[in-house]
């Protein structure tokens, strides 16, 4: 295909967040939506989604029985491996194939919406009048590398963000993720949480996800940390005895980062006339890790920014400031979840955790 020379606006990144920007974006005008990967892509992630993301979701179509795996609905459960103790709760996730649930996200965009796989974002500059956007291409004709001007971009391209590191903010410390999937039967409807410090100082938590005849079992591993590899392999050695998987099962390994948010500071609305959304600008729960709600909202709200004050056609300020202004409830949820971090993820706060009534426990799983 070819490339116009001007969009109103392009995303970049094909995850929740993007879709959502591209959705309430293309009220102004033409959208380019890039994806570096090829599509559907897969993104390491478990595939749950939360009661915010349920409640969003329903409010702009059904989500369909395909994408749903078995079992259907997930109970979050905290695990004390070392001290041996569960503490199940009532909250309740969706379990879902992430691959399909991108793709069908993807079905909601309207037909001016252009969408380009396997296109990578180079770089950009702006002006007062617009945003000048190298692309870096194997789906289009011509050179491999393209300049498309538009009037606003949106960054949704995940924790490690290039559309960021182009703008003059803050960037973002990173927890390193590895998860696996592996045969296991039998399991137990809970997405569990595994804190054990037989691991290791720098294991964050490990999780466990039954999905379709599959074992997910994952790590998640402090900024900095070395030989992750290692510890996680560690780790599922340790956890098999309780969860059955064999010992030469693994069908598939993934690595990702996720963002630590370690203030409100962290949370950038973006520059001029680039916005931000999702994990590109910091919009995640620092207690929980759950990005998809966050990811949903936020490009939705990126979207609306540009449809409803991008026809001003003055220097984009009044873009940026309305989508700054409508992030205040986000960042404040997140500023309330910064709270309990430091005590959630202390050994004392995990110990609490394992000794606290399950009434507690299941209180403060809903506050995270």
């Given amino acids: 295909m070819e490339l116009k020379s001007h969009y109103g ?13 591209s959705v309430y974006a293309s009220a102004y005008g033409d959208v ?71 793709d069908w996200l993807m079905s909601m965009l309207p037909s001016n919406v252009t969408v380009l796989g396997q296109t990578r974002f180079c770089g950009c500059t702006q002006d007062e009048q617009g945003v000048d956007v190298t692309l870096k291409s194997s789906a289009v004709a011509g050179a491999q590398e393209h300049s498309v001007r538009c009037d606003f971009l949106v960054g949704a391209d995940g924790p490690r963000s290039s559309v960021r590191r182009c703008l003059p903010v803050s960037q973002l410390s990173l927890y390193k993720t590895l998860q696996e999937f592996v045969p296991a039967s039998g399991m137990e409807p809970y ?25 997910i079992i994952g790590s998640v591993f402090f900024p900095g940390s070395k030989n992750c590899l290692e510890a996680h392999e560690k780790a599922v050695d340790e956890f098999r005895s309780y969860y059955g998987y064999g010992s030469q099962q693994l069908r598939r390994r993934e690595a990702w980062t996720a963002v630590k948010v370690n203030s409100t500071k962290d ?89 606290a009534p399950n009434f507690v426990v299941d209180k403060v799983a809903h506050q995270i």
């Fill in 32 to 102: 380019l939506l890039v994806e570096s990967m090829s599509l559907p892509r897969e993104k390491s992630c478990g595939g749950m989604l939360n009661e915010y993301s349920q409640a969003f979701l329903n409010s702009v179509s059904k989500l369909p029985a395909e994408l749903v795996c078995e079992p259907e609905w997930i109970n979050f459960r905290y695990f004390n491996w070392d001290m041996q103790v569960k503490k199940p709760t009532k909250l309740r996730f969706m379990n879902v194939d992430r691959v399909k649930f991108d």
């Fill in 191 to 215: 997405f569990d949480c595994l804190y054990s410090r037989k691991i290791g100082d720098n294991y964050g938590y490990g999780y466990t996800i039954p999905k379709d005849g599959m074992c």
């Fill in 267 to 355: 949370i950038v609305g973006g520059h001029g006339r680039v916005l931000l959304a999702g994990e590109a600008g910091g919009i995640m729960s620092p207690s929980s890790g759950e990005g998809i709600s966050f990811a949903m909202n936020s490009g939705k709200l990126a979207g609306l920014a540009i449809a409803t004050q991008g026809k001003h056609r003055g220097d984009g300020t009044e873009v940026l400031e309305a989508y700054r202004a409508s992030l205040k409830p986000i960042k404040g949820n997140i500023r309330r979840r910064l709270l309990y971090f430091p005590l959630l993820n202390s050994h004392f706060g995990k110990v609490l955790g394992s000794v």
């Fill in 9 to 21: 606006t392009i995303v970049v990144g094909a995850g929740p967040a993007g879709v959502l920007a």
